[in-house]
């Protein structure tokens, strides 16, 4: 098939692309590469690429396509929380007007990156797709506007799917400092604490960003009527922890380290399990093959053999990224390119 992929050269995007390509499929990348040059590890396979703000795209970009996989967002809470309304904008909005332009360019297929975030504070209880949303910030409340604008578009041509993913975890060209086990991790190799930020009861689930390039990869090539307009919660049921039990897994893996509770960290209103179910009956061939424990020693494994430093991993962090782009004038408040984009993506073109 022939796949545009929004946020091809982010966390998720970087590890999905090679999947596809694996697969026997063409892939394009739409980006506008915020986090150019936060290497972790192998550059990257180059593939072709149209530099651009998804909130300026238009179904000319998009004709020839078979399928688009938007992962391209402000991608986590406290990103989200820089500016609430542009925040909005570029998940939200741009979110559905790339979908409008998907399907006026005749795409039959849109795979969206949503989140289990958007059941947001929904304590102990094991979630499937039918429990009532309840985000708690911006980025959560985006998702639940994309998936219920989007769902509108479904028709006959269009077909939308809903991922919901689990927290992700795991290495990438791209890595993220900023998801739970990565931090856990990293901040445990580099200083030897397992810190953790809240009291360490609240729940999550997790998966890793190679099962969730599996699951778009699956999705490609099921029967429309077995995805179509509808959403699913992308990881494993098994794989649901809370942050103290994530903590112990990191405690084992990494050698003498010890852990440790922020002071005043009380508990984190973000608590949630889900059932996986459903993904594992519309995509049979949908197994996910990592587990927590595994993926923590497959970072610790990474952050050894590449010799991962302090001032390597702050640049993991996606929120001082882009402040660093809006203090050095980069970045306007709207985020958008002042004059020359980052200097490390010069020269990419379509």
Same mark, same amino acid.
């Given at each position: ?10 966390y ?22 915020f ?5 972790f ?19 000319t ?19 989200g ?39 947001g504070?929904?304590g102990? %209880?094991? &979630? ?12 959560? /409340?985006?998702? $639940?506007? =994309? @998936? ?12 939308p ?9 795991g ?16 901040? %445990?190799? &580099? ?6 930020e ?5 729940? /999550?689930?997790? $998966?890793? =960003? @190679? ?7 699956l ?25 103290r ?19 005043g ?6 608590c ?8 594992m ?25 590449h010799g ?24 306007d ?7 020359a ?10």
């Amino acid at each position: 098939m022939k796949l545009l992929v929004t946020g091809h050269d982010g966390y998720i995007g970087t590890v999905m692309v090679d999947v596809l390509r694996s697969a026997g499929h063409h892939v394009t990348g739409l980006d506008t590469f915020f986090y150019d040059g936060c290497r972790f590890g192998r550059e990257p396979a180059p593939v072709p690429t149209i530099r651009k703000d998804i909130r300026d795209v238009e179904p000319t970009d998009l004709k020839g396509y078979d399928a688009v996989i938007h992962l391209a967002a402000l991608s986590n809470d406290p990103l989200g929380k820089l500016d609430e309304r542009c925040t909005l904008d570029i998940n939200h909005l741009a979110s559905v007007t790339l979908a409008r332009a998907a399907k006026a360019a005749g795409v039959p297929r849109f795979l969206f990156a949503s989140s289990c975030s958007l059941y947001g504070a929904a304590g102990d %209880a094991l &979630l499937d797709e039918t429990a009532e949303f309840n985000p708690i910030t911006a980025y959560g /409340r985006s998702k $639940v506007l =994309v @998936e219920q604008d989007v769902s509108t578009l479904a028709d006959d041509r269009f077909s939308p799917t809903f991922f919901r993913n689990a927290t992700a975890y795991g290495a990438s060209p791209r890595l993220r400092a900023d998801v739970v086990v990565n931090n856990l991790v990293g901040v %445990a190799y &580099l200083t030897g604490k397992v810190l953790i930020e809240s009291d360490g009861t609240p729940w /999550r689930p997790l $998966v890793h =960003v @190679e099962d969730i390039s599996q699951a778009f990869a699956l999705a490609l090539e099921a029967p429309r009527e077995a995805i179509h307009n509808q959403a699913f919660n992308i990881g494993a049921s098994t794989e649901n922890y809370q942050i103290r039990d994530l903590a112990d897994m990191v405690r084992e893996v990494v050698p003498g380290c010890t852990i440790t509770y922020r002071e005043g960290g009380g508990p984190d209103p973000r608590c949630y399990r889900v059932s996986c179910d459903k993904v594992m009956a519309a995509l049979p061939g949908f197994r996910p093959k990592w587990t927590v424990r595994r993926g923590v020693e497959q970072l610790y494994e990474a952050f050894r053999t590449h010799g991962l430093t302090a001032d390597a991993f702050a640049s993991y962090f996606r929120l001082p990224r882009i402040q660093s782009h809006l203090e050095a004038g980069r970045l306007d408040r709207s985020l958008r390119w002042q004059g020359a984009p980052s200097p490390a993506a010069a020269g990419v073109g379509r």
